[in-house]
Every structure is written in structure tokens, then in C-alpha cells.
């Protein structure tokens, strides 16, 4: 992929992220605040109402876009960061390809997970 | 002699810890870029932390009760704050990158005016929406 490419796709992932990760640390976060404005979840820390949003089709497939864009956006502003410290040639693609590896099997971890979690079955 | 120069022009860290005759948006970019490591670190440990709901409640009750006390709200709150700053100044830099909010291009006239200038108003509002929401998340986290 062109250099260039890859740069907006990093802007763009930053965008979604941006609606995306707003959603979940309102969520997460603001949680007092969206209950007195009749909304949200409460104890959102509890396994009971964890569960409740990973069985939704719509919260499975957010964690999994979440997690895909956050992951291209993090490890490549990282990368940005390190080639920005005039790093050899060589050293350039090692730190791509380390990067690269990572980003793909935190991807297919944590995509792992949502899924196990959508189709969890309480005893 | 041909002789190797390199990159003079990168700093490397040395251009974080400087703005130097830069005004302000430097600064942000430095904070930007903390703010940036800080999310992503945090959000490694996430992905791993979260996957334990995969597993049943006795699990997740284990790994909840590894990650409570001050030190993790008060490292969760920071992530909070950094995601606020990160986020709308994030909004601000692609904007930039579209060259809005910059001034059209025309012939310099005196007293000349920066499009570092024209845009400083968008870099004050992102620092105010920041700060908002820093307080409103303040109120979640520790007086509710």
C-alpha cells in the first residue's frame, strides 16, 4: 500500500473511532449521567449487564469494527512515532512487520472473544 | 566529497519536549502523541483484560477485582481525559489536513497573518470541549 494511502486510512479509522469509542466511553464512563437522561446501562461493570451488551448483535459487531480500526490507528501512529526517529531502512520494515503481526493476532484475539462472548450460554 | 547528511530536519524526541519558536500547536502535538501512547497501551491491556468475559463470570468477577482501586480509576480517568483531547484535537488536525478552516490562499499583505493564526481559534475550542468533558467524566468517575 502507498504511504499516502495508508495515511488516510489512518485518518479515516480515526474518525470512525472517534463516533465508535464517543459511544462506548459514554457507555462506560458517563454511565450516571446517561441513566438521568433515561438512557444507558446500569452497574455496567457487572458480568450480568457485560453480557447483556455482548449478546447483541449490534454492541458483537461494533466491539469487532471498534477493534479493527483502533488497532490500524494505534499501531500506525506508533509506527509514525518510531520512523520519526530516523530509523535505518531495515529497521523500518522489522518495525512494520513486528507491528504488522501484532496488529493481526490482537485482531483475531480479541474478535475471538466478542464472538465466544455473543454466543455464551449461561448455565 | 559527497557527503552523507541525513535528516537533519527530524528532531526526534527532542521536537516533543520543545515547541520552541513554535506557538501553541506544538505543544498540543506533543500531548497529542502522549495522549496517543497512553490510549494505546491502555487499550492493549483492554483487549485482553475484556476477552475474559468469553470465559463466564467467574473470570471476569477475577479479572475485574485485578484492576480495582485508586490507582486503576485514577489510570482510567486519565484515559478518559486523554481520549477527550485526543479525539476533538484528532477532528482538528483532519480538518487541517482538508485545509479547512486555514483561509484561502492570496497574495501576502501586511501585516501578514499565519494559517497556523487563522486556525489557532479551532485549537481553543478543542482545548475548551476537552476540558468539559474532562469535568463531566470527573463528576462520573468520583462523585457519583
Known amino acids: 500500500m502507498r504511504e499516502s494511502t495508508a495515511w488516510y486510512w489512518f485518518l479515516f479509522a480515526g474518525l470512525i473511532i472517534f463516533v465508535l469509542l464517543g459511544l462506548h466511553m459514554a457507555i462506560m464512563h458517563l454511565d450516571e449521567l446517561l441513566l438521568a437522561l433515561g438512557t444507558g446501562y446500569a452497574n455496567v461493570l457487572t458480568f450480568s449487564s457485560v453480557l447483556a451488551r455482548s449478546k447483541q448483535t449490534f454492541f458483537m459487531i461494533s466491539y469487532i469494527i471498534l477493534l479493527g480500526v483502533a488497532l490500524y490507528h494505534g499501531l500506525y501512529g506508533l509506527r509514525t512515532i518510531l520512523f520519526e526517529l530516523n530509523l535505518k531502512s531495515g529497521l523500518q520494515r522489522l518495525v512494520t512487520a513486528v507491528l504488522l503481526v501484532a496488529g493481526v493476532g490482537l485482531f483475531v484475539f480479541g474478535s475471538y472473544a466478542a464472538i465466544a462472548a455473543y454466543l455464551f450460554k449461561m448455565n | ?144
Open chain 2, 1 to 144: 566529497m559527497e557527503q552523507k547528511q541525513g535528516y537533519r530536519h527530524k528532531l526526534g524526541l527532542l521536537g516533543w519536549l520543545s515547541g520552541g519558536r513554535y506557538g501553541i500547536e506544538r505543544y498540543a502535538y506533543s500531548l497529542h502523541r502522549l495522549c496517543g501512547l497512553g490510549i494505546l497501551t491502555y487499550f492493549i491491556m483492554h483487549i485482553f483484560v475484556t476477552a475474559t468475559r468469553a470465559h463466564g463470570a467467574v473470570a471476569w468477577d477475577g479479572a475485574m477485582a485485578s484492576v480495582t482501586g485508586t490507582v486503576f480509576k485514577l489510570g482510567e480517568f486519565l484515559v478518559f481525559g486523554a481520549f477527550a483531547f485526543h479525539g476533538l484535537n484528532g477532528i482538528r488536525l483532519v480538518l487541517t489536513e482538508l485545509g479547512i478552516f486555514l483561509g484561502k490562499p492570496k497574495m501576502p499583505d501586511y501585516p501578514y497573518k499565519q494559517s497556523t493564526l487563522r486556525q489557532r481559534p479551532v485549537l481553543l475550542v478543542v482545548m475548551v470541549l476537552a476540558a468539559i468533558l474532562v469535568l463531566i467524566g470527573g463528576w462520573d468517575f468520583f462523585v457519583q
